[in-house]
């Protein structure tokens, strides 16, 4: 099997290693809450075991990931940018609409936050491109104002 090389922000591997951290941290809690649904009796028809059991797997599953993606993460590196890469931050003006996005690695993407994944297709038209410089998106004319 060919491990995949997951780029990360220091940012974001932090956020990681809390949410790992959080996670092993509630084994007991679930563990606890298994033991108790075993006593109700008739594991078959038993709500609570059954959502305890699903707690454990959930919760399993996402340790399982966290750790195989920490342990292929690659840091991105900040620094003085003069072009878009992973990890800077680029204010856009688009159509007259002013919008800052921070590139960063599929794993870490989340739109919401203004974290955009360079593999999105506003992200790849960003890859490589400088401050001033222009492109159309979309149909829109977009202008790169600034890269930190």
Same mark, same amino acid.
């Given at each position: +099997? ?9 940012? %974001?591997?932090?956020?990681? /290693?809390? /949410?790992?951290?959080? !996670? ?20 078959? =028809?038993?709500? /609570? $075991? ?9 919760? =399993? ?6 750790? =195989? ?16 890469? !992973? %990890? ?5 003006? +688009? &159509?007259?609409?002013?919008?800052? $996005?921070? !590139?960063?690695? #599929?794993?870490?993407?989340? #739109? ?6 360079? =593999?999105?297709?506003? &992200? ?7 401050? %001033? ?16």
């Amino acid at each position: +099997m060919i491990k995949k090389t997951v780029s990360l922000t220091a940012d %974001g591997k932090k956020e990681l /290693e809390k /949410e790992l951290d959080e !996670l092993i941290k509630s084994r007991p809690a679930i563990a606890a809450k298994i033991a108790t649904a075993r006593e109700f009796g008739d594991l078959s =028809e038993n709500e /609570e $075991y059954s959502s305890a059991r699903n707690e454990q797997k959930v919760a =399993e599953s996402r340790i399982l990931e966290i750790q =195989e993606i920490l342990k292929n993460a690659k840091v991105i590196r900040g620094g003085k940018r003069d072009k878009a890469d !992973l %990890g800077a931050c680029v204010a856009l003006d +688009m &159509g007259g609409r002013k919008v800052e $996005y921070t !590139l960063v690695g #599929p794993t870490e993407a989340n #739109p919401l936050e203004g974290k955009i994944s360079n =593999e999105s297709p506003i &992200g790849k038209a960003l890859l490589g491109r400088k401050a %001033g410089e222009s492109f159309e998106f979309n149909g829109k004319e977009v202008k790169i104002t600034s890269i930190q």
